[in-house]
């Protein structure tokens, strides 16, 4: 009796779902950003590196911001782990194609071997050094809102707690942290290294298809409002979206990249800095914000663990990557050779990426932890010589190995995590 008389109640107040007017709006301030980069590359235009690294990199970070905005709300379709692996791959695609540029470049042209590797370690070192703490911090601040009325325990707003589904993405991290160092050992990136590193983010992926998802968690922002809409528009508003974003990136990144370098030596500043700084300011721009909205939402969790996916694909494919594109750009020596300069730049991100570990082993991000790791990070644009950053590789091992042992328990766990079945949360 109660079902037949509800029935056309709900069905008359349940109006289809749609984005608001300011959701489109931001789409289309995106699209108008990128307008410029397309009439130029269009229309051969390069009236100056300057003015070339605004249109181009404007046109990448909108680009960014659709992908990400694309690969969240996907989520609505593909639940679980895997979706937060594939967003955390597709929301830095606009990276990948900028330093696979300089990577394949570097292979007819020597001057941009020094290039090639420069965007990945400034990239992998801001996601940890700065995105991780943000998150952290801002979810610790949401959590104190929590504790004043009463709904959480007063220890929420000094530690994040992860989920323990986690302990996979750290096991995976875990594992490329420590092969990261025979990057530093062998002076280069060979191609075989390239294929295994490649091979264990396939591994990943099915990995990370196996744990069990959340289907009701809600989305923030943008992706929350295409997440709303009826099914078959929201897919096609996804698709057209990807679509969008991939064109503005395969227009925008060569001449993005170029123009990093170019403006440079027009405005006196050190070429590999904007390689290594500005241009993964741009692209992770996007990332960071989703990652916030996250943790504005109470879901730090979450928050945390697709930044840490996004480390598991910077050094598994992205890394895994370069080599190939070195050789398909002419390279001939097997793999992606480094110079001094850069095995020094990757034995800092390695060992900064090791200290993450230590520090997320336990499924446990305190806020002093947060706090150590945004002073490291700032230290490393004090201190910029070559004895500066051994030194400061030697810190962050030393303070991991002092972490490690305060969390030794959990090492075995986390290292085995990778290849058990994986739990839910």
């Known amino acids: 009796m109660t079902d037949t008389l509800s029935t056309p109640t709900s069905t008359a107040a349940a109006p289809a779902p749609r984005m608001g007017a300011s959701a489109w709006g931001r789409i289309a301030i995106c699209v108008v950003l990128a307008l410029p980069a397309v009439v130029f ?54 990276e990948y194609a900028v330093d696979l540029y300089y990577a394949f470049r570097s292979g007819y042209d020597p001057a941009y071997e020094q290039f090639a590797a420069a965007n990945m370690t400034g990239s992998n070192r801001l996601l940890l050094g700065f995105g991780w703490p943000l998150v952290v911090i801002v979810s610790l601040l949401v959590a104190r809102r ?37 990057i530093p050992l062998m002076g280069s990136i060979p191609m075989w290294f390239g294929f295994v590193l490649l091979a264990v983010f396939v591994v990943y992926l099915w990995r990370a298809s196996q744990v069990p998802g959340d289907d009701d968690e809600d989305l923030p922002g943008m992706a929350g409002n295409i997440a709303s809409m009826p099914r078959v528009a929201r897919r096609w508003t996804i698709v057209l979206l990807f679509a969008a974003a991939a064109t503005i990136v395969l227009m925008a990144a060569e001449p993005f ?6 403006s440079g030596s027009a405005l006196g500043i050190d070429s590999y800095f904007l390689v290594q700084w500005l241009a993964p300011l741009a692209t ?62 990757f034995m800092l991100t390695a060992s900064q990426t090791v200290l993450g570990v230590a520090i997320i082993i336990a499924l446990r991000f305190h806020r002093w932890s947060a706090i150590a790791l945004v ?3 700032a230290v490393q644009f004090v201190v910029t010589d070559t004895s500066g950053r051994w030194v400061l590789s030697t810190v ?30």
């Open 41 to 94: 590359r269009l229309g051969g235009l390069a009236p100056n590196p300057v003015v070339d690294l605004f249109v181009f990199g404007g046109a990448v970070v909108a680009a960014a911001f659709l992908l990400a905005w694309a690969a969240e709300a996907a989520q609505k379709d593909i639940s679980g782990a895997l979706a937060i692996a594939i967003l955390a791959l597709i929301a830095v695609l606009p």
């Open 396 to 425: 962050h091992l030393v303070a991991a190995v002092v972490v490690f042992w305060i969390n030794r328990r959990e090492i075995g766990p986390t290292l085995a995590a990778p290849f058990r079945r994986p739990r839910a949360a």
């Open 146 to 182: 929590f504790v004043r009325e009463g709904s959480m325990p007063a220890a929420a707003s000094r530690v994040l707690e992860l989920e323990r589904s986690a302990r996979l993405d750290v096991g995976f991290l875990a594992l490329l942290a420590v092969v990261a160092f025979l």
């Open 284 to 345: 992770e721009a996007p990332e960071f914000i989703v990652a916030v909205l996250f943790a504005l939402r109470g879901m730090g969790g979450a928050a945390i663990g697709t930044l840490i996916a996004s480390k598991i694909n910077q050094w598994s494919l992205l890394v895994g990557s370069l080599p190939i594109a070195h050789v398909l750009g002419g390279g001939t020596s097997g793999g992606l050779p480094l110079d001094g300069r850069q095995v020094e730049e």
């Open 375 to 377: 002073a490291l990070f």
């Open 257 to 262: 990249a170029d123009a990093l370098v170019e």
